[in-house]
């Protein structure tokens, strides 16, 4: 079936260097994707979406990039901080029933080394 | 305050018993969602409304009953809870298709 996968579960980094969260995808139709942040005991919370007619965007110190040849979705976090650990989820919007739905990864834990 | 809330956050209820998430949000965003989250899992889609008196199951949605009377509720019943059952629940809106989904701060729920 469709579905939305991460290629690593966990990932550490030092403060400081750059981190990069990998996705992959399946449903060729998803024209929308999003990147999530989720800390312990909290909701996801947004930190950059991209839609499918885009290759490449920019947040603040964040950047999602979409290769829809072989349907990979990452996150590059520039200059990781102790704060940017957490769980990071990616999401792709696709049509289902009535209406269209986000499907989520399993999720990979950024830990930020001292 | 605006936003999107959840209650309760903990709720701990026997096998069989029916126990019902309420989800609600001020920006009468036109969709909603839950989810349910475990351990190597992630979120997992269980029901989700375009409108008011429109829903459509998820992933998961056995076992769960969901109904949209008005737009800013979102109520999800567990008609006769299980041990299974026991997970972290979220609730999230958006106001159209494409956009950012946000999300509430979750209900522990541990079925006994």
């Known amino acids: 079936g469709e579905s939305v996968g991460l290629h690593l579960p966990t990932l550490s980094v030092q403060e400081g260097d750059n981190s990069i969260i990998n996705c992959a995808y399946s449903?060729?139709?998803?024209?929308?994707f999003i990147w999530y942040k989720q800390e312990s005991g909290k909701g996801p919370q947004f930190i950059i979406d991209?839609?499918?007619?885009?290759d490449k965007r920019q947040g603040q110190r964040v950047t999602v990039l979409l290769n829809k040849t072989v349907k990979h979705l990452s996150l590059q976090i520039a200059a990781t901080q102790p704060g940017d650990s957490a769980v990071y989820f990616c999401?792709?919007?696709?049509?289902?029933?009535?209406?269209?739905?986000?499907?989520f990864g399993s999720g990979t834990q950024l830990t930020v080394l001292p | 305050d605006a936003g999107i809330t959840q209650s309760p956050r903990y709720k701990i209820t026997e096998t069989g018993r029916q126990v019902t998430l309420m989800c609600h949000q001020t920006?009468?965003?036109?969709?909603m969602f839950w989810y349910r989250q475990d351990l190597g899992h992630g979120l997992r889609l269980i029901y989700y409304?375009?409108?008011?008196?429109?829903?459509d199951k998820g992933e998961v949605p056995d076992g769960y009953v969901v109904s949209r009377s008005k737009t800013e509720n979102f109520p999800l019943t567990l008609e006769s809870a299980t041990r299974s059952q026991t997970s972290v629940y979220f609730c999230?809106?958006?106001?159209?298709?494409?956009?950012?989904?946000?999300f509430g701060q979750g209900t522990r729920l541990t079925v006994v």
């Open positions: 999401a792709e919007n696709s049509k289902s029933g009535s209406a269209r739905q986000l499907t």
């Open positions: 449903n060729s139709a998803s024209d929308y």
């Open positions: 920006w009468s965003h036109s969709y």
């Open positions: 991209i839609r499918s007619n885009m």
């Open positions: 409304s375009a409108a008011a008196d429109i829903t």
């Open positions: 999230a809106s958006r106001g159209q298709a494409n956009t950012e989904a946000f």
